[in-house]
């Protein structure tokens, strides 16, 4: 199948929903995004490829199975409740730190953040796994 | 605060992930595997002592107040069902080691049996419905894809029919909890038992109180909700379904039970008797549909579907007696099914199939499977001094002392028709010859094919696969056996979480923090 | 506006059991998700629908302005909506691994083939 157009959109489509994907990201805690929404932006990018070059190709830029993905987005997830869990405090309480920086001002970072960006990967695993099924007819490993 | 009420949840998810990333070591995805449920086992102990000792504990997530946050909530009744869990989680993980086949655990056996733990301890700890809703899905979807492992033809058809009625569940459990957040501002039980006891008109609540029951009937596989169980339930390997007969279907009893005694009691001149009505039916039907089945793993799934019933039965009637009685039997059919379909995994493993004609011999073969089944099995029935004879006791005392003949006399009959169809297994498969001739030792499935490439592949037994086959055996008949004997203590321990949930002034307290 | 949305969830349900009545597999699955499309539309009315602020508490205010929105149906909305996404999606696999596994998407007959 020589989709030129999906091919060509590919090509520049694709980093923009990566980075796209990153900014919702990170404004997720006072705007609308989050880890889920960018989650989903960057599959559908990666998703994007596969249709126009094949998943094998998706595969490759992936570097890695997307069920590592998974878990390796659970673990950050999960750890973000350890420093709450140091503390005494109730798992999962939230914290932030305010280091200043030069020229750019206080920077926020902070647990919820840290769990958001586990929720990141955890997504984009979870769905290359569901989309590279879809694609590989008969790939028999999966299912 | 306390930790100890989320560990049973966070130690499956850690169990999940570290398999899941060494997916590529089967090896070490056993020692994993098998650790963490005996850490998960001892947390659960751990929990309940805490519990029986200390009184309800309460963890708020993420230090939000309720009814605001989501609290997690362990009175005695979780703290029960969060040790079956991990029972039955440690005897099926060790026995997965052996029975699953490579593929299978190649794709992500172990993570999702983590998954589906962790789901399931969730639904048990959690003190808000709509959490609820989300620990029943982390559950259903764990369930889903450990259902079509393999890719096996059979497993589809079973499969669809399974997921389907669930998202209906599902979406009938949403648009209940819609209702209920529009009648009341709340989803926190707690919140939920306090506002709703001051509540002067019930017509909306009994609405939504309706729709959780056919949810959660659904999930427990009440009658008229059965059917898609013994469709779906056979299809997979034993370990699977032993999985699923001990856990998933025990949650929905645990969610009708709990929201059905301190939330939805408003009314109880309506739902008793339609609670009463709807176990005996379940108990009749299923059972009748098991007596039918000539095919191991399907006739069990009809027992599923039957012993639901009584525990359904102690909703009704609904005294302390009663909920205490339901309680143990939940506790008790969980493990007597999931000890029941280790041994047929294993018979089919032996012989390549479970059809009751062709079996036989297998008393002669292995003495100690057949002793091991029929332990379990006439626990099952409710014959002393085995766990389920205490538990279908108490329920019939509760009826009787609450004057319900009719459910006691269709309880005792079904008592007798469920010792029927196990004598049947038990006279076609264990006692009788083998017809035509004795088979050769280790039947070996067919070879992968290019239509079929994933015929279940096991490894031969050796010494050790057969130590993983029968150790968990031995534990969950040795569990059913103690339960009996030790019947008084535990029912003391079952009177006291059925104490709290018809007095739920003390779980209001502990979770709202306030004197309502 | 109430009644509306009432008949709109309404109609959106009766149309998702009309297609799950249907044999076909695909048509399955696109009537499970008109039916969730309706609880959350439930889900969003039992909130109380109204023209509010958000519920934020403004910079220098120390309470919020009234009225203000319900922000709690649409946390569970979109939690519903996450959760069936990926049902759905695992769904859509399983449908397709099934069809190509027995050559039809029909479920009775997908039944009748394997026994």
Redesign the interface.
């Known amino acids: 199948m020589s989709a030129v157009i999906l091919r060509i959109a590919t090509k520049y489509l694709s980093p923009v929903l990566l980075i796209v994907s990153l900014v919702l990201l990170l404004r997720g805690h006072n705007d609308p995004g989050g880890g889920?929404i960018g989650g989903l932006l960057a599959a559908s990018g990666l998703a994007l490829q596969a249709l126009a070059y094949g998943s094998a190709r998706a595969r490759r830029l992936l570097r890695y199975d997307p069920r590592t993905f998974i878990g390796g987005g659970l673990l950050l997830a999960l750890s973000s409740g350890i420093p709450a869990l140091l503390s005494g405090e109730p798992w999962l309480k939230g914290y932030w730190w305010k280091p200043e920086l030069p020229l750019l001002g206080a920077l926020p970072l902070g647990t919820p953040l840290w769990f958001d960006i586990g929720i990141y990967f955890t997504v984009i695993g979870?769905?290359l796994t569901?989309v590279f099924?879809?694609a590989e007819?008969d790939e028999r490993e999966?299912? | 605060m306390n930790v100890l009420v989320v560990l049973p949840i966070l130690i499956p998810l850690v169990s999940a992930v570290a398999t899941l990333l060494l997916r590529s070591s089967v090896r070490a995805q056993n020692v994993i595997g098998m650790t963490g449920s005996a850490l998960l086992l001892a947390a659960s102990i751990w929990l309940l002592t805490a519990v029986h000792d200390g009184g309800i504990l309460v963890q708020q997530l993420g230090g939000w107040k309720a009814p605001f946050g989501i609290s997690f909530v362990a009175d005695t009744f979780s703290a029960l069902m969060v040790l079956l869990t991990g029972v039955t989680g440690l005897a099926i993980a060790i026995y997965s080691a052996a029975a699953v086949d490579e593929p299978r655990r190649r794709f992500g056996y172990f993570p999702l049996l983590h998954i589906l733990l962790m789901g399931v301890n969730g639904a048990f700890l959690t003190g808000d419905m709509?959490n609820l809703?989300?620990w029943f899905?982390v559950m259903?979807?764990a369930s889903?894809?450990l259902l079509?492992l393999g890719?096996e033809?059979?497993q589809?058809?079973g499969?669809?029919?399974y997921?389907?009625v669930n998202?209906?569940a599902?979406?009938?459990f949403?648009?209940g909890?819609?209702?209920l957040?529009?009648k009341t501002g709340t989803?926190n039980f707690a919140d939920l038992a306090f506002k709703l006891s001051q509540t002067a008109n019930p017509e909306l609540v009994n609405t939504s109180a309706m729709l959780f029951l056919v949810a959660f009937g659904i999930k427990a596989a009440i009658f008229p909700f059965f059917f898609w169980l013994p469709d779906s339930y056979p299809v997979p390997p034993a370990a699977i379904t032993a999985l699923f007969a001990g856990l998933l279907t025990k949650v929905g009893v645990y969610a009708l039970l709990r929201t059905f005694s301190i939330i939805f009691v408003h009314d109880t001149g309506f739902t008793q008797p339609l609670f009463l009505v709807l176990a005996g039916v379940t108990m009749v039907v299923g059972v009748l549909g098991a007596v039918a089945q000539s095919e191991m793993k399907r006739l069990l799934s009809f027992h599923i579907v039957s012993q639901i019933g009584y525990a359904l039965m102690g909703l009704g009637i609904f005294t302390q007696l009663a909920l205490s009685g339901a309680i143990y039997f939940t506790l008790h059919v969980a493990i007597a099914k999931a000890a029941l379909f280790l041994v047929v995994g294993y018979v089919a493993r032996k012989r390549g199939h479970t059809a009751l004609k062709q079996l036989g011999g297998l008393l002669r073969e292995s003495p100690v499977l057949a002793v091991l089944f029929l332990l379990a099995a006439l626990s099952l029935a409710g014959l002393p001094p085995f766990s389920g004879f205490f538990a279908k006791f108490t329920l019939v005392r509760a009826g009787l002392e609450s004057a319900d003949y009719v459910i006691v006399a269709v309880a005792l009959a079904v008592s007798m028709l469920t010792l029927f169809s196990m004598t049947k297994i038990w006279g076609e498969a264990f006692w009788k010859e083998t017809p035509g001739g004795v088979p050769s030792a280790d039947i070996l499935p067919p070879a992968p094919t290019v239509e079929n490439p994933l015929v279940t592949v096991y490894p031969t037994l050796t010494k050790a696969s057969m130590a993983l086959y029968f150790i968990p055996m031995f534990l969950l008949v040795a569990v059913t056996v103690i339960m009996g004997l030790a019947a008084e203590p535990i029912l003391q321990m079952t009177g006291q979480a059925a104490d709290q949930l018809l007095n739920p002034t003390l779980y209001i307290e502990s979770v709202l923090g306030v004197q309502p | 506006m109430h009644l509306l949305i009432a008949i709109l969830s309404g109609v959106l349900f009766a149309a998702g059991v009309w297609l799950?009545l249907r044999r076909s597999?695909a048509r399955?699955v696109l009537g499970?998700i008109l039916?969730?499309h309706?609880?959350?539309l439930?889900?969003?009315?039992?909130?109380?629908l109204q023209h509010a602020e958000p519920p934020l508490v403004e910079k220098g205010a120390t309470a919020l302005q009234t009225p203000f929105a319900d922000p709690?149906?649409q946390a569970?909305i979109l939690?519903?909506i996450?959760?069936s996404f990926?049902?759905f999606?695992?769904?859509?696999?399983?449908?397709?691994?099934?069809h190509?596994?027995?050559g039809t998407d029909d479920?009775d007959a997908?039944?009748e083939?394997?026994s």
């Open positions: 889920f979870f769905t569901i099924a879809l007819h999966e299912y | 709509f809703y989300v899905e259903l979807i889903f894809v079509v890719g033809r059979v589809f058809a499969a669809v029919k997921v389907t998202l209906l599902s979406m009938l949403l648009i909890a819609g209702v957040y529009g989803l | 799950i597999l399955l499970l039916i969730s309706s609880a959350s439930v889900i969003f009315t039992s909130g109380g709690l149906p569970l939690t519903a996450v959760i990926g049902l999606a695992f769904f859509l696999v399983l449908i397709k691994r099934a190509q596994e027995t479920i997908m039944s083939v394997e």
